[in-house]
């Protein structure tokens, strides 16, 4: 899904043109406040912006989506940019920043560009969220072995830093690994790296192995 936040209805109807003959689906808003209050896309998206709008502006609009931790990758146009500005937007994450009078091949790479990070961005999210899921499974105590293990310790050392007998031990891993849905530390580990949590560095190596 493309759209297209910009107070010129001219500008709104020849980029409507243009986008739809390119087979695009999308949607233009008069002004910033009217996207906001329009539901996120649930697939991959991208949003092109005026910089200069009455009321909420192109650059107000970025902050406001980043602050809701909304996922739209951002194309800004402008008739009147300046170098600071421009810094800025990218800086912030914008995809590009186009001087109008704005040339069609270039806006609709732009827009693949966004469109395939907006992809990237929703994919990487999915992995974390589903990673979170699977540590939310854990007990309090599995959760403290699963932290010991991933040191690279061995049961009977994580059974004498925790002061719990090695069967137990044992016992609190295979618990785990069945929870999580694996069969090696390795596994564990990069379900953990996933999930955002930080490993030093010897042990995230253990994510490119498949044996622990």
């Not at 899904?1 to 409507?16: E, N």
């Not at 502006?57 to 009147?80: C, D």
């Not at 830093?161 to 785990?176: D, P, S, Y």
């Amino acid at each position: 899904m493309v759209y297209v936040v910009d107070d010129d209805s001219s500008v709104r109807k020849s980029l409507a043109r243009l986008l739809r003959s390119a087979d695009y689906e999308m949607e233009a808003f008069p002004s910033a406040s009217d996207f906001l209050a329009h539901p996120s896309h649930p697939g991959p998206s991208c949003v092109i912006i005026d910089v200069q709008m009455p009321g909420l502006n192109g650059i107000a609009l970025q902050e406001a989506l980043i602050q809701r931790r909304r996922q739209e990758q951002l194309v800004f146009i402008t008739g009147h940019g300046s170098i600071p500005l421009c810094a800025k937007a990218m800086k912030a994450g914008a995809v590009d920043f186009l001087p109008k009078p704005i040339k069609s091949a270039e806006l609709l790479k732009c827009v693949d560009r966004a469109l395939e990070r907006s992809a990237e961005q929703r994919e990487r999210a999915a992995i974390k969220a589903e990673a979170r899921r699977l540590l939310d499974l854990l007990t309090p105590r599995e959760f403290e072995v699963m932290q010991t293990l991933l040191t690279g310790m061995l049961n009977k050392q994580v059974g004498a830093e925790l002061g719990m007998a090695e069967k137990t031990v044992k016992l609190h891993r295979g618990r785990i690994m069945h929870k999580i849905g694996v069969v090696s530390v390795a596994e564990l580990v990069r379900v953990a790296t996933n999930a955002g949590m930080t490993l030093p560095q010897t042990v995230s190596s253990l994510a490119g192995q498949s044996q622990d």
